[in-house]
């Protein structure tokens, strides 16, 4: 088993080192600072599993949890708050742990994720409970954030999806479907490769095949395709708060 652990205070992630050192069946262990560096050490490190903090400076453990690459590493949370425990249970965390970390708390939680890697459970999208603000987005080394409001459309390349924000359109390592139960109802499929952002719906233009177009807010336009054209205008009527 892999571990990062993900913390901003040095004491925090010196104590589950040691914790960590007391138990067999650990491969390798490394450490982030924040949620730009967690993010960074993921895709260079591919830990089976995260021990997160949540309250970091700039971004929150929260907001890492919902831009991990697809398929995503495990995540317990160590926090000294116990008011994040909801949520972090909606973002679908192994478990929770309150600091200072408990030695027989952090034992029952390597148990379980022993438990998920050796029957090779995938992780699960987070619920709609935990809606992101923000995704965070690293490429060639930066790591861009990207506010989910900015989001026109989605759309994939490859193993990645293409966040078109007005300014550009950063990949996140994620499937289409993956990433649409992370930021919930407010992004409807439009297409086979795409899904839309229904704030910024302006028009939904079709010819007579079905197929056409969607025209966004600001001018830009995403593909739509016949068999998903239904789906559409079933979610734009719904009021904004059902989404």
Same mark, same amino acid.
Request: with cysteine; aromatic share 6%; hydrophobic share 45%.
């Given at each position: 088993m892999r571990i990062l652990i993900v913390d901003d205070e040095r004491p925090a992630r010196d104590r589950l080192h040691r914790l960590l050192a007391a138990h067999?069946?650990?491969?390798?262990?490394?450490?982030?600072?924040?949620g730009i560096e967690a993010l960074a050490k993921v895709a260079a490190f591919q830990p089976d599993a995260l021990l997160l903090d949540i309250q970091m400076p700039g971004i929150g453990g929260l907001e890492v949890a919902a831009?991990?690459?697809?398929?995503?590493?495990?995540?317990?949370?160590? @926090?000294?708050?116990?008011?994040?425990?909801?949520?972090?249970?909606?973002?679908?965390?192994?478990?929770?742990? #309150?600091?200072?970390?408990?030695?027989?708390? #952090?034992a029952r939680a390597?148990?379980?994720?022993?438990?998920?890697?050796?029957?090779?459970?995938?992780?699960?999208?987070?619920a709609a409970g935990l809606l992101p603000n923000r995704l965070l987005v690293t490429e060639r080394g930066v790591t861009r954030i990207v506010?989910?409001?900015?989001?026109?459309?989605?759309?994939?390349?490859?193993? *990645?999806?293409?966040?078109?924000? =007005? @300014? =550009?359109?950063?990949?996140l390592r994620q499937t289409l479907a993956g990433l649409m139960?992370?930021? =919930?109802?407010?992004f409807a499929r439009c297409h086979r490769r795409a899904a839309v952002h229904l704030p910024w719906v302006a028009r939904v233009v079709a010819n007579d095949k079905g197929d056409g177009h969607i025209e966004l807010a600001d001018g830009t336009t995403a593909? #739509?395709?016949?068999? *998903?054209?239904? @789906?559409?205008?079933?979610?734009?009527?719904q009021p904004p708060a059902s989404r």
């Open positions: 067999e069946g650990i491969a390798a262990v490394d450490e982030a600072r924040d831009s991990l690459p697809d398929p995503a590493p495990h995540v317990v949370f160590v @926090t000294a708050h116990d008011e994040f425990a909801l949520r972090a249970f909606d973002a679908n965390a192994i478990d929770y742990l #309150l600091k200072p970390c408990d030695p027989a708390r #952090l390597l148990a379980r994720l022993r438990e998920r890697l050796a029957s090779r459970v995938p992780v699960p999208a987070p506010r989910v409001a900015d989001i026109r459309w989605l759309e994939t390349a490859d193993n *990645y999806v293409a966040l078109h924000d =007005g @300014t =550009g359109a950063p990949l139960a992370t930021l =919930g109802p407010a593909p #739509l395709s016949r068999q *998903y054209r239904s @789906t559409v205008l079933a979610a734009l009527a």
